[in-house]
Structure formats: structure tokens, C-alpha cells
């Protein structure tokens, strides 16, 4: 596609329920990277694919988030048990990666945790 | 810790002047720099890049870069009131994550 994709846009759930969030980056983009923001906040880093190299895990806030992705192309960030503080945009980013270049963001995931 | 400091504001600024948003940073290493426009509700949205000390104008955008200073800076021509966000700016060493700074909102008064 185009550009980074995510869905769902907007997710619901009850606190307890774990929760799949999907993203396609830009073809070719060798590069993934998780991101949430809050309401009224900042960025906060999450986690980085870059190609077949181990992940950096270093931003997941607790052993309930976890993320996948295949190869060079979809990514799922899972968040298990859902609490009301996760209730946050979960946003997924993709950059070309090794050879440098410009960051871009899908659109994001609404997570509500009620 | 590698940190990217902006004001956070708001930076008010009537119609038509010009607004200076302003961002440091501490990796003295970092060698590439992005300016980010994020709409209330929306995903950030890349709008310039720098990789290059001196100035790179695109439109009415022009970012400023100072590597010796560890500063960089978006200037906004004419502002419009479409132009009120926060913009974010964000740098990155090799293929590290950008580090993001908590942004600064502008206000375009009309």
C-alpha cells in the first residue's frame, strides 16, 4: 500500500480481555516500530523490528505486551489482560531501515479498556 | 540517556508572522533530524527532515540545523491557522529508534 496501515482503528474491550493490534508498514520498509500516546501525552517507544535482527523490546511497559512480525511485513502487538491504563493510540511506524530514511505513521489504533 | 528537549508551549502567534519552534539535543552523535506536525486526534505527520548543518526550506517551512550547538529548528512562513498543532521533533543515530521530544503546540491566531 501507500502507506502504513493499522487496524482495527478503534477498539473497545473490557479490562481482562487481551487484545490484537495490526499493522502493515510501507512496502519495502525494512523497519517497524510501536509506539502508544496517551491523551494529552508524548510518544512513548515500545518496541523496534529492524528486519531479521532480535527485536528491541526495551520500551514494552510490562510482560502483558508482547509483539510479533513476520518477516518484513505485518506486525501484531498484543496486550494481555488488559488494564484501564493501557487505554491509550497505540501507533505503528515503518522506515526503510538500514539504509536511513523517513519515519512515517499509520493512522493508529484507539484502544479503550473499560 | 539521549533526551530531546522542546518548549512545550503554547506558542501563540498571529496570522502571517512567523513561528520559530525550537528543540535540542544531547547525543552529539545524532545524525538525522525530523520535524513532525501532529493534528489533535491524529497521527504525527512528517514534514521536514534534515540530515545537514545549515538551513533546508521546503514551501513555507524552513528547518534550521546547528550540529556544534546540538540545536535544530522549524520556522513557519505566513502562518495560517491550519498550521496550529504540535510539532515534534525527533533525531536518530544509525538505525537506533528516533528519540521523540514531547512536542510544542502552536497556535495560529487569526
Known amino acids: 500500500g501507500a502507506g502504513v496501515s493499522q487496524s482495527p482503528s478503534n477498539k473497545v474491550t473490557e479490562k481482562g480481555k487481551d487484545v490484537e493490534l495490526r499493522c502493515d508498514p510501507i512496502s519495502g520498509h525494512t523497519a517497524l516500530y510501536w509506539y502508544r500516546q496517551r491523551l494529552g501525552q508524548g510518544l512513548e517507544f515500545l518496541i523496534y523490528?529492524?528486519?531479521?535482527?532480535?527485536?528491541?523490546k526495551s520500551g514494552l511497559p510490562s510482560d502483558r505486551f508482547s509483539a510479533e512480525r513476520t518477516g518484513e511485513s505485518v506486525s501484531t502487538l498484543t496486550i494481555q489482560r488488559t488494564q484501564q491504563e493501557d487505554s491509550a493510540v497505540y501507533l505503528c511506524?515503518?522506515?526503510?531501515?538500514?539504509?536511513?530514511?523517513?519515519?512515517?505513521f499509520g493512522p493508529g489504533t484507539r484502544l479503550t479498556v473499560t | 540517556q539521549k533526551e530531546v528537549e522542546q518548549n512545550s508551549g503554547p506558542l501563540s502567534v498571529p496570522e502571517g508572522a512567523i513561528a520559530s519552534l525550537n528543540c535540542t539535543y544531547s547525543?552529539?552523535?545524532?545524525?538525522?533530524f525530523f520535524w513532525y506536525r501532529q493534528y489533535s486526534g491524529k497521527s504525527p505527520e512528517l514534514i521536514m527532515f534534515?540530515?545537514?548543518?545549515g538551513d533546508k526550506e521546503d514551501g513555507r517551512f524552513t528547518a534550521q540545523l546547528n550540529k556544534a550547538s546540538q540545536y535544530v529548528s522549524l520556522l513557519i512562513r505566513d502562518s495560517q491557522p491550519s498550521d496550529s498543532a504540535t510539532y515534534l521533533c525527533?533525531?536518530?543515530?544509525?538505525?537506533?529508534?528516533?528519540?521523540f521530544g514531547k512536542g510544542t503546540r502552536l497556535s495560529v491566531i487569526a
Open positions: 547525543d552529539r552523535g545524532s545524525q538525522s
Open positions: 523490528f529492524q528486519g531479521n535482527s532480535a527485536p528491541d
Open positions: 511506524a515503518s522506515r526503510p531501515g538500514l539504509a536511513g530514511g523517513e519515519q512515517y
Open positions: 534534515i540530515y545537514s548543518n
Open positions: 525527533a533525531v536518530i543515530r544509525g538505525n537506533t529508534p528516533l528519540v
